[in-house]
Structures are given as C-alpha cells and as structure tokens.
C-alpha cells in the first residue's frame, strides 16, 4: 500500500475518497455514546467515521452568570488543533452552548469548513419516560444534531422542511419534530459534496 504524506493525526485520504468524520470528545464525554453516534453518522454519510483526540473545557470559555461555554471558542480551537488535517472534525461536550447573542445554541459549524460542536447539556429533558426511553430520545437529538451540524460542515443550508435534519432548530420540541433524517434534496447534496475537504 504506498504511503501518502501524513498530515495532522490520520493519513490524507486518496483523491475522491469521501472526508472521514472524526468525532472529538470536549471534555467529559460518554465513549458509548460517542461510538453510537459514530456508527449512525457513518450510515448517514455513507464514509468512515471514527472517534479521535479531543480537548479538555478551557476555564476561560465559561460564562459563571449563565453556567455556559463559547461555542465559537471550542468552534475556534477545533479548527487550530483540527483544520489542517483531511478529516470533518465534530466536537461533542456535555457543556451547554452559546454564542453572544444567544441564549444558547444547539451547536455550530463552519459551513462548508472542517469542523463543528455539538453540546449535550440541553438535550437531556426530566421527564416520566423510562430510562430507556429517555435514553432514546437523548440519542436521537444527539443525532439530530450532528447530523444537522455535520451538514453544515458539507456546505448545506438551513431547510424549509420543518421534517429535514437541516431544518433550523430554535426548540427541542422543532428538534423532537425535524428528527435525524435529511429531506430528499439535502440527502442528494450531502452525498455528492465532495469528499475530500480543502484545507482552508
Ligand atoms: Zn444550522
Ligand atoms: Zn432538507
């Protein structure tokens, strides 16, 4: 097998073979989680997907008043640690997210870039449900978002289709209705992108 150039943590992939996706840990972060998600988006994107290096929390992303994270910061460090390299790097923190502006964010993305994060904290609910239930429902808004934040990543925009993946999400509840399925369009688009990344 000849041995390309390496760059970054993972050998650059040949020409048009499709950009793994790389899920990073930000922080504390369950490894059987991570691995479920993984599969799924493997499937999804119809290329490899794996879990690789991450990074801790930075003190200095913390908002103490709102018991929050920058996601444009860990966004930012993503691409530092990450962009160089040939992958579609998507961080998972079990923080909550926001941005200035916003009272939170689900997660974010560089559209059409290497990288995007996804956190955790809001889409856990309190309810009556069983464990497994609510286990469930956890993983399919995990989903729902990485898949979301993942076709950014490919260059797709928000979806007027409320039941599309790429739908925008301003709710759990328009998170719980969209689910983690992209609408006919979106799944066309994001499966003939391009496949290996430029580096930017
Ligand atoms: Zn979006
Ligand atoms: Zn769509």
């Not at 640690?81 to 997660?107: E, H, K």
């Not at 007027?160 to 799944?187: I, Q, V, Y």
Request: hydrophobic share 40%; with cysteine.
């Amino acid at each position: 097998m000849p041995a390309g150039p390496a760059h970054g943590d993972a050998p650059r992939p040949a020409r048009g073979r499709k950009a793994e996706i790389v899920l990073r840990p930000i922080g504390p972060t369950d490894r059987a989680l991570l691995e479920a998600l993984a599969s799924a988006l493997a499937r999804r994107f119809e290329r490899p997907a794996r879990i690789g290096p991450g990074f801790e929390l930075d003190p200095a992303w913390y908002a103490p008043e709102r018991d929050q994270y920058r996601a444009d910061a860990i966004l930012d460090r993503l691409v530092e640690r990450f962009g160089a390299g040939p992958g579609l790097s998507l961080g998972v923190t079990p923080a909550d997210l926001y941005v200035p502006g916003l009272n939170f964010v689900f997660g974010q993305a560089t559209v059409g870039g290497c990288c995007a994060v996804i956190g955790l904290a809001r889409l856990r609910t309190a309810g009556t449900d069983t464990p497994d239930a609510k286990d469930a429902l956890f993983f399919r808004r995990a989903l729902t978002e990485a898949v979301h934040e993942l076709g950014h990543v490919l260059g797709l925009e928000h979806c007027p289709d409320s039941h599309c993946a790429m739908h925008f999400s301003n709710t759990l509840a328009d998170t719980d209705r969209k689910g983690p399925d992209l609408c006919p369009h979106c799944t066309a688009r994001a499966l003939s992108r391009p496949t290996t990344r430029r580096t930017l």
